[in-house]
């Protein structure tokens, strides 16, 4: 049996997964971090991921959440954690409700509603923040942080003896290293990344390119919360990403268009850092 289509990009010691097509589905994942973005579809491989950070309800990112829900209960599996944007989470919990008397059977997780700056420890050194993004209906934008707690440089020369004492006696020996690791867009116009220092240099980016003809005007397109191709030859120098992962493109696309249109107007792809997820 056929599971649903996803890519997989290895990236240091973590793995990105998904596939995105603009009105039809989007998901992704990081199994390695126990957590996942947008519940367009669910591929059944991705079942064991146990927390999903939803950017907004349109269906093409939010219509597999029952299936999924479903699907755990159905292997014992323990209740997931959904977080999601708090305007979201009252008509979610009652889809829910007429999905359990649909199906007969319960559907046990956790809405978790978020709202912009929020920061949620998804493990002692995974960190995930929230972001407003710019769409039609309400959305964010995340950010996967590393967490590393290290010694203060002026304690570096001390036994470790010293350095139980200080600490027991209340002195803060240690300062906080935030790596930003993966960001992810959602649906939002490019530029309001920019807003955001961290989105343009974690390690990778997950962004949406819904439009790459360059014939739409921006205007119209950024009305509507998405982003062009035009959009990232406007700030092409501005990303310091180890790589970027474009995806969400419109189905009036083919792939070759797609390749096409970006080797194009971005000649060598960022330096080859950029990765098309058609």
């Not at 979201?88 to 008397?101: G, M, N, S, T, Y």
């Amino acid at each position: 049996m056929r599971d649903l289509p996803y890519y997989s990009f290895k990236h240091r010691d973590y793995t990105i997964e998904g596939y995105s097509r603009g009105a039809v589905q989007t998901y992704w994942r990081i199994p390695e971090f126990n957590l996942g973005f947008d519940l367009g579809a669910q591929p059944w491989s991705f079942m064991g991921t146990p927390n999903w950070f939803v950017s907004h309800s349109h269906m093409d990112h939010l219509a597999a959440l029952p299936q999924y829900v479903t699907r755990r209960r159905m292997m014992k599996m323990s209740p997931p954690t959904i977080y999601l944007p708090k305007e979201a989470k009252v008509p979610v919990e009652q889809l829910l409700f007429q999905w359990q008397r649909l199906d007969r059977g319960h559907l046990p997780c956790t809405l978790v509603p978020i709202e912009p700056d929020m920061e949620i420890a998804v493990s002692r050194n995974i960190l995930v923040k929230t972001f407003l993004a710019k769409h039609t209906i309400n959305a964010m934008s995340f950010v996967v942080y590393q967490v590393k707690t290290k010694l203060k440089p002026e304690y570096l020369c001390l036994t470790g003896e010293q350095i139980r004492d200080l600490r027991q006696s209340g002195v803060e020996i240690t300062y906080e290293v935030r790596t930003p690791l993966v960001a992810y867009s959602g649906d939002t116009r490019l530029d309001i990344l920019l807003q955001y220092p961290d989105f343009l240099s974690a390690q990778v980016l997950i962004a949406e390119m819904t439009f790459i003809s360059l014939e739409h005007p921006l205007a119209t397109i950024h009305k509507y919360g998405h982003s062009d191709l035009a959009d990232f030859v406007s700030i092409k120098d501005e990303f310091k990403n180890e790589a970027i992962i474009a995806s969400h493109f419109s189905t009036r696309y083919t792939g070759k268009q797609i390749e096409n249109q970006v080797d194009k107007y971005l000649p060598g792809r960022l330096g080859g850092r950029l990765k098309l997820f058609i």
